[in-house]
């Protein structure tokens, strides 16, 4: 039986990265896969895009109210006319930024593995940068059939746990829980000491 995959870690630890590189290695052994991301991850616009400098075009990105089981059947079924592997059944479907993602559209994910039998591997954060946990990453540690942590280490040597907010270089722990990369925002793993140094000791800031 083909199964649901969530493979987590903080900021920078490598997520999209890996996600192409599993791309990479179906490929590379003449299967074809399908990648997916959710329109609200506005980085990269329609493309997956590594820290490394690596990118690549999603085969179709997923709406906020979109039910992903339809958007994934209808693109296996209409392949890119250049795609070397257009004749042949996907083999996965491969999700970056999986925490955006509704907790309905989750459970369409494991409706893709389970029913049509296409394993399917998420990538995405567990938690804002107030601790929480995002709808998709919540729905995904409750169901998924494989959970795989990628760590990452803080500045200070630690293994990172939780992602920092700053906006012109200065931490900050209110506002809305989605603010994609922009030109004052940005992010940094941390530990468990040095979140709770930078937070004043309060690990859900706006609670």
Request: proline share 3%; glycine share 8%.
């Amino acid at each position: 039986m083909a199964k649901l995959y969530f493979r987590y870690g903080a900021m920078n630890s490598g997520k999209s990265t890996g996600l192409l590189q599993a791309a990479y290695n179906y490929e590379e052994r003449g299967q074809r896969v399908l990648i997916a991301k959710p329109q609200l991850d506005t980085k990269g616009d329609a493309d997956v895009v590594s820290r490394l400098g690596v990118t690549r075009h999603v085969d179709f990105l997923i709406g906020a109210e979109e039910n992903v089981r339809e958007l994934f059947l209808h693109a296996a079924e209409n392949a890119h006319p250049d795609s070397a592997h257009k004749h042949l059944p996907v083999s996965c479907l491969l999700v970056d930024e999986a925490q955006f993602l509704t907790s309905d559209q989750v459970d369409d994910l494991m409706r893709i593995a389970v029913l049509d039998g296409v394993p399917v591997m998420c990538y995405g954060i567990r938690t804002d940068f107030q601790t929480r946990a995002f709808p998709g990453s919540a729905r995904l540690l409750e169901i998924a059939h494989t959970l795989e942590e990628l760590k990452t280490i803080c500045r200070c040597g630690k293994k990172a746990l939780f992602n920092g907010r700053t906006v012109d270089g200065r931490f900050v722990f209110s506002g809305s829980q989605v603010a994609i990369d922009g030109v004052h925002v940005g992010y940094e793993s941390l530990c468990a000491n040095c979140y709770l140094e930078e937070s004043g000791g309060v690990l859900n800031p706006s609670a």
